[in-house]
């Protein structure tokens, strides 16, 4: 719950196009049985919105749920209304209040998805492009904010480059419908055997089948406590 209530904040006051009525954040809650229920009446409480992806009250615990976490994402994306869609996990932190313009601005529908740039704590070695480790914390209570701030600061530049992290993502909704979304668990590739994550076989093979270019914009920053 705690990481709920810090991702509400940091959402709220990191995004003023929710102020303006031009954006709506909600949690998705991945439904598991006797676990969500207590995260569903801190959200009722809160007065936090929020969907639930209810489908697979039996699931295993994470990692081994990563086939109902990608559907769940789905299910945020295909039940939102607004044409642009924005996933983001609920262990990160925006740098800044343009973190989101500064996704939106390199989206072009039929053509790219945009994700930030990640400073990292390094609690995991992260093996994908552009990520900066720097340990600002590893969890929300040893967390330095402000330390954290200047340094994106300095690392901020106005420039959008191939590949990148993952998440936070924004796309054009009708672009990840018409995509199927995030397959539903890992792939294996056919010709060698390798085992290749949900969400690498949807940025690497899914989008690049419809021509759909990763873009990873270097003027929103958030942290990322792994």
Not at 104 to 113: A, F, Q
Not at 154 to 178: Q, R, S, Y
Request: aromatic share 14%; net charge negative.
């Amino acid at each position: 719950m705690e990481y709920a209530e810090f991702i509400w904040k940091a959402i709220r006051d990191n995004t003023p196009e929710i102020a303006r009525g031009e954006a709506e954040f909600h949690f998705v809650v991945n439904f598991k049985k006797g676990e969500s229920e207590k995260v569903i009446d801190f959200l009722n409480e809160a007065g936090y919105r929020y969907i639930v992806y209810d489908k697979e009250p039996e699931q295993a615990d994470y990692p081994n749920n990563m086939p109902s976490i990608y559907r769940a994402w789905n299910f945020a994306v295909e039940t939102s209304e607004g044409e642009i869609v924005c996933l983001i996990n609920s262990d990160m932190y925006p740098a800044s209040q343009d973190w989101l313009t500064n996704m939106i601005k390199y989206l072009e529908k039929n053509k790219t998805i945009v994700t930030s740039r990640l400073v990292e704590s390094g609690k995991l070695i992260s093996t994908l492009p552009h990520t900066v480790s720097h340990n600002f914390g590893q969890n929300i209570k040893s967390f330095e904010k402000e330390k954290f701030i200047r340094f994106a600061e300095m690392l901020k530049e106005e420039k959008a480059v191939d590949l990148g992290t993952f998440m936070p993502l924004v796309i054009f909704k009708e672009d990840f419908v018409k995509s199927g979304g995030f397959p539903h668990g890992n792939i294996m590739n056919k010709q060698n055997g390798q085992i290749i994550s949900g969400d690498q076989w949807f940025f690497y093979k899914i989008l690049r089948d419809m021509n759909v270019k990763h873009l990873n914009s270097w003027s929103s920053l958030l942290y990322h406590f792994q």
